[in-house]
Nanobody
């Protein structure tokens, strides 16, 4: 089992920036990929970004079209931490942001909620207009 703890959320104005962190612990050697998802009130949880943690194409990154060119996902192997740098934030980015980890050994459907086995508690991001 992998435990995930997010931090870095908050309130920011339209056009501002925030950096989210996701610290992993536990059976982290079994992680094949990690991702960020978000969920706004009344909406389904949606994919934001993902990064391959181990195996083939380690370090490859993927983004939802809505955040490309504005968000950057990265990782620090030594700290076993994933980051999401969010720039040019918009009110429609307001949501609870969750980090997730895949420990199943098969990591292709990185956009799907069901691909991930461990989830953090979420951190609120609010962008005011």
């Amino acid at each position: 089992q992998v435990q995930l703890v997010e931090s870095g959320g908050g309130l920011v104005q339209d056009g501002g920036s925030l950096r989210l962190s996701c610290a992993a612990s536990g059976r982290t050697l079994s992680m094949y990929g990690m991702g960020w998802f978000r969920q706004a009130p009344g909406k389904e949880r949606e994919f934001v970004a993902a990064i391959r943690w181990s195996g083939g194409s380690t370090g490859s990154t993927y983004y939802a079209d809505s955040v490309k060119e504005r968000f950057t996902i990265s990782r620090d192997n030594a700290k076993i931490t994933m980051y999401l740098q969010m720039n040019s934030l918009k009110p429609e980015d307001t949501a609870v942001y969750y980090c997730a980890a895949n420990t199943g050994g098969v990591y292709y459907a990185y956009r799907a909620v069901g691909t991930y086995h461990s989830w953090g508690q979420g951190t609120q991001v609010t962008v005011s207009s």
